[in-house]
């Protein structure tokens, strides 16, 4: 019986020949991330069970992310407290506001995971290197504490969905919505305690962007990492980035999957998820002209140069509605720099956009775009949970960056190819 | 020992709100637990309770603020058909009991009285007093909790300085 990707890249990381769906493992780890939020309960964990050292302060990165700039008082304080402990350990790999980016852009842009790696973070979102051919998982900060302290962690070996994309997408659709369309079909626990394994001829039309973005919310479809085949366009894409040895590894042709799902990436249209779980699943057409308040671009689903593009095409020379409030949020500070050379960010200021410094800020509720009671954004981030955004009341739309500016537009949910 | 019982994917957002994680105090999570779908849960919940709950319950965020703030309720122990995987972690490494039991969690009402033997996983609910079976823990994992918790394990071991 063969393996699977995510099983090849476990057996390997467990110093094993092979593994079975459902074997407890203890794996070598190349990278452990945190941000703002869990790092700080992390190390308190970390020093309050007596340990005095990390177990390689380059392969740690710590960002801080999800509340910076600082939003209060009690945010500072516990960037204060990675600040110090990322200095105490001289960890290499620590980026505060000025360097750091959305966590989940920032690690492969600056060449800190690659395909063959054994990722975590204590994040839900780090699933997202699976786009590069590495296996990425979220943990919780205990985790991430026994991580830093040994560089190892304990995995139940993961049966695996095969997902087979055929085609091509057309225009105006994106990897937003092959994700958000699997996640309809499947729902929210439809990969639960699964990996999904990504595979087919369509996976070679995708760029690095779409594929980012869909390993990144394999989470929301339960799933402990969403994972594509190396190929040309990843190795372009770590080419400069990634100055180490990494291994490509292949499916095996009688690997086993729970269940397969193919998806016809041609026949996909511009989907969007509707409150309050990401399976409520629309194409835009049936919910397009429903009022909005607010439209938020950006986040470690979204906030690559890509998106930035796809937004800039569509607010080009247009106007922000009067209703409406958009907020444009590019991920990390070389996007931010890329779209201010490619004219992006002079588009949005000109269509009256707000564009902010790096942040996750309004996806989790933070800050920089918190909606009062009532009110109602088309997001390209990743969860629409009650309360997500702000007010219990208020509601979250996931949406592509292409129907997040069309709908920016149109002051109300809008098809992007009208 | 009452139940508090909800639907299915609770998560972690409504567990403890986003905006609440800037204080990762036991107490400061303890006030905010549950407030999205409950607002009266944190006022009278009491130490000893239990939450039954529907399939995928913790879903969402990796935060680990979501089960430290239902064990710093004072919550005993989640019953669920099936828990989203990253909590499921974060509640064993931390030490907050957590059941997988489908049968339990359908039947179970809020309100009623029930009690819990973590070492047989036997479920019992006094209002009815029908009894349930929960799917015991892997061996691995049942020595983390006889260790208490993850990192008290690792030291066991003597993995880490």
Known sequence: MGMT???????????????EPGQLIEARLNMVLGNDITTPVAITEFEKAGFTQVFDKDKIAIVLDHYTPCKDIKSAQLCLQAREFAHKHSITNFFDVGQMGVEHALLPEKGLCAPGEVIVGADSHTCTYGALGAFSTGIGSTDMAAAMATGLLWFKVPSAIKVTLKGKLQPHVSGKDVILHLIGAIGVDGALYQSLEFAGEGVASLSMDDRFTISNMAIEAGGKNGIFPVDEKTMEYINGRVNRPCEAFVADEDAVYDSEIIIDLDKLEPTVAMPHLPENTKVVSQVAGLPINQVVIGSCTNGRISDLRAAAAILKGKKVAPNVRC?????????????????????????????????????????????????????TTNRNFVGRMGHVSSEVILASPDVAAASAIAGCVADPRK | MKVYKYGANVDTDVIIPARHLNDPSPAALA???MEDIDPQFASTVEAGDIIVAGPNFG???????????????????????????????????????????????????????????????????????????????????????????????????????
Request: glycine residues 10%; neutral net charge; charged residues 20%.
């Open chain 2, 31 to 33: 006030s905010h637990c």
């Open chain 2, 59 to 161: 879903c969402g965020s990796s935060r680990e603020h979501a089960p430290l703030a239902i064990k710093s309720c004072g919550v005993k122990c989640v019953i669920a058909p099936s828990f989203a995987r990253i909590f499921y972690r974060n509640s064993i490494n931390i030490g907050l009991p957590i059941v997988e039991c489908p049968q339990a969690a359908e039947e179970i009402q809020a309100g009623d009285q029930v009690e819990v033997d973590f070492a047989t996983g036997v479920i019992t609910d006094v209002t009815t007093g029908k009894s349930y079976q929960a799917a015991p823990f892997p061996e691995f994992i049942d020595g983390i909790i006889k260790s208490g918790g993850l990192l008290n394990s690792l030291k066991a071991r003597g993995v880490a300085k």
């Open chain 1, 327 to 379: 907020i444009i949020i590019p991920a990390t500070q070389e996007i931010v720099l890329q779209a201010m050379k490619e004219g992006l960010i002079e588009i949005f200021i000109e269509a009256g956009a707000a564009v902010s410094t790096p942040t996750c800020g309004p996806c989790l509720g933070g800050h920089m775009g918190v909606m009062a009671q009532g009110e109602r954004t088309v997001s």
């Open chain 1, 5 to 19: 990707m995510t099983q090849k890249i476990l057996a390997k990381a467990a110093g094993l020949d092979r593994v």
